[in-house]
């Protein structure tokens, strides 16, 4: 029973030696805390823009007369060369007033040169005369626009391109001017999109615009105003034509192509202003704060700011609270109070991808 005391009293005189020699590893009890730094915005912004490509020649090709379609001569997808007939409309009614015309000139012109004549010879006065010859001038445009109505029943191409979409078929009527085909061209290529009111007051604001599509992965295609419309669409959007200033690969950037479009805005009065990611603001108490992390303590302090606008890209236009340079807490600012000291998240370098090492 002895050995068994003395063997227990030197295992505990071993486990305490062992402890007393084992040092604690301090628990840090910091939140973890991820930081940015605050862009000033240079008095720029930036917006982005769905677009898409159009034919710089795209044209509506539309019967000058109204009437019925005798036939469409093309589909869609069909090369057409200028001055083609495309399509063909009903032309019996033009045929028989034509000839109704025709017939009323005849007489009015056998009449006309009597009556010239006679004011020749001194049988006739000249008020007659007058009468004579203007009466022949007017069934003589008469006569030339009924000839130009009948001609207007053939359609035909006013540009070399492609057939991009036919709005209607061999026997429904349409009035003058109705689109009847589209067709664009393949000497150019321009970029359309749709801005809003708001911008469209602020267009002379647009410095400079790009885009950029799938297919031809990050480049960027600068590109230039070449036309804005100055009238709302039904959407109460208005539309702006964008040319390339650049070569682009025509076997991949075609006309009808979806792109994304990138536009940078001038803004002077907004000097000052700053972005922050959307994930540092924090609405606490009816204000609007972010917390600044100070370098040389390591503390974060809460201050109140301004946010002016959110941009598309998930980011906030701060005008009133912060600097450019400064660093604000963009990940854990709910789990943070003011005055507390936080540790910051460790980003991987660039020679220990993933944080292995």
Do not use: W
């Not at 025709?102 to 005369?129: C, F, H, P, W």
């Not at 208005?238 to 994304?260: A, E």
């Amino acid at each position: 029973m002895r050995q068994v005391f003395y063997m227990i009293g030197a295992f505990l005189m071993v486990t305490s030696i062992i402890s007393c020699g084992r040092k604690e590893t301090p628990v840090n009890n910091t939140p973890l805390v991820d930081v940015v730094e605050v862009v000033d915005i240079n008095g720029t912004g930036s917006t982005t823009f769905t677009g898409r490509t159009k034919s710089a020649s795209e044209v509506n090709l539309a019967f000058r007369v109204s009437g019925q379609i005798e036939s469409v001569l093309v589909k869609e997808g069909d090369h057409v060369s200028k001055g083609q007939v495309v399509a063909i409309m009903d032309s019996r009614d033009y045929e028989v007033q034509l000839a109704a015309t025709q017939a009323e000139y005849e007489q009015i012109k056998a009449d006309a040169e009597r009556v010239m004549a006679l004011y020749e010879e001194g049988s006739t006065t000249a008020s007659n005369n007058d009468k004579a010859r203007y009466g022949l001038e007017q069934i003589t445009q008469k006569l030339a626009n009924h000839r130009n109505q009948l001609a207007d029943t053939r359609l035909r191409s006013s540009i070399d391109g492609y057939v991009q979409s036919k709005f209607h078929e061999a026997g429904e009527t349409v009035g003058a001017g109705m689109p009847v085909l589209s067709v664009f061209g393949r000497n150019g290529t321009e970029v359309e999109i749709n801005i809003s009111a708001s911008d469209f007051a602020n267009i002379e604001k647009f410095t400079s615009f790009s885009c950029r599509f799938d297919v031809t992965g990050d480049t960027a295609y600068p590109l230039s105003i070449v036309r804005v419309s100055q009238e709302a669409n039904s959407s109460q959007l208005y539309t702006v034509r964008l040319r390339f200033t650049g070569d682009i690969d025509h076997k991949k950037i075609t006309p009808g192509m979806t792109t994304i479009v990138y536009a940078e805005i001038r803004n002077i009065e907004n000097s000052g202003i700053v972005n922050v990611p959307s994930s540092a603001v924090l609405n606490a108490n009816g204000k609007t704060q972010v917390f600044v992390y100070d370098e040389a303590t390591g503390m974060v302090s809460a201050r109140g700011v301004s946010v002016l606008t959110v941009n598309r890209d998930g980011t906030m236009q701060v005008d009133q609270g912060l600097k450019a340079g400064e660093k604000v807490v963009a990940s854990g600012i709910h789990h943070i109070q003011d005055g507390q000291k936080v540790t910051l998240l460790q980003r991987p370098s660039s020679s220990n991808v993933g944080g292995l090492l």
